[in-house]
């Protein structure tokens, strides 16, 4: 069974929709084939999909594995889908940004510092699935605390919240500011 | 002009905020954060107020808010530092320096997200098939569950356990909770699971309650979906 576990694996991918974890892999191999043979095989996938320049390669998001396509061809792919590209608006994505780092966060945390109510977004975040309930604050009214979800870490394509892309430093911050035209 | 009067375009959520407009100034003046001209900025930032009026966009109260914090720090300005004062003043200006160095923050943090690449606008998988199918093929015989129908057929479930234990309250809101992030779980990994199917292994009528309390909470917060099948009468409960 070994010797086409690799194949295996994929057959499982490619059937699976959304992620396939190692864990998921190992219950359905069975107790022959040992975690490490699986993590083996799928990095040996994901280097044959890399190494073959195919249209589509092996991602590790959410604690999980799935064929994605590559990013250079996504103008073909909406093009054939005829979609307008899933985009979050301005507000959104701040407001996201601050769920995702500071987590766990309360709404009025995230108001504070963007300056806006954002009952709204809160409420689009959720339907979208990005972000979810992580419990109350010990405070009085026990405010609600948010956190991301798994859908935000695949939509992302994040393995964990840890690889979210770390911050530039303030002094950085005032001479490239975000969207701007001018240079000081 | 009567015709633009009737109809205010709301700016919230989607649009920027009083934090941006102020970062626009300080950009468009080229100026420090750590050495705002106050005067300047609030006589402006209250000129973009004007526009926005003229304009008829739907000016929120936030923005009311940033223009008053702008005026109150413009009028401690204008106060001499006490001398007798052996406190060393903070320069009025840092109550509006800190929010815009993390709102500057924010937004560095929303670009990098916006940087990488995202799923379905420049990464894409093979759509969910048979489920998402399934799904798309019983929407149309699902139907949404109203409270009242919910409570007619959690009363079925319940009926038939004894009625002596008396809800202790207290307990309960922890409880609620606890139960949330354990359906949470339970729906991460199946999708969906019938109203009943939630029930089961409760024997306590207070467990079944708390239960139900915590389907009703996460239908509030949007967490989940109850739909019932028109034929079968089942009601299913769907995540996301």
Known sequence: ?184 | MTMTEAYKVQLKDVFEGPMDLLVHLVKKNDVDIYDIPIAIIVEQYLGYMEIMEELSLEVSGDFLVMAASLMHIKSRMLIPAEQDNDEETEDPRMEIVRPLEEFLRIRNAADKLSGLSLLDRDIFCRPATEEMTDMAKDLRSLRPVGLFELIDAFQRIAKGISKEHLVDITKEMISVKQKISELMEILDEKKDITFQELFIGEHSREMLIITFLAVLEMIRLNLIRVMQHADSGIIRIYGG
């Open chain 1, 1 to 184: 069974m070994a010797d086409n576990l690799k194949a295996i694996i994929e057959s499982l991918l490619f059937v699976t929709d959304g992620a396939l974890s190692i864990k998921r892999l190992k219950s359905v191999l069975g107790d022959d084939i040992t975690v490490q043979e699986i993590k083996e095989a799928v990095r040996g996938l994901m280097v044959d999909y890399e190494a073959e320049k195919r249209g589509f390669i092996l991602h590790e998001v959410a604690g999980g594995y799935q064929f994605r396509t590559r990013p250079e061809y996504k103008e073909w792919i909406v093009k054939l889908k005829q979609l307008s590209p899933a985009r979050l608006s301005r507000a959104a994505l701040e407001t996201l940004a601050v769920i995702a780092y500071k987590q766990p966060v309360l709404r009025t945390d995230v108001e504070h510092l963007r300056g806006v109510d954002s009952s709204g977004i809160f409420r689009t975040l959720l339907e979208k699935d990005l972000i979810r309930v992580l419990g109350r604050k010990d405070l009085p009214g026990r405010p609600i605390l948010y956190g991301t979800t798994r859908r935000f870490l695949e939509v992302f394509g994040l393995r964990e919240l840890g690889c979210l892309p770390s911050l530039d430093e303030m002094e950085q911050l005032e001479i490239s500011w975000p969207s701007g035209s001018k240079s000081s």
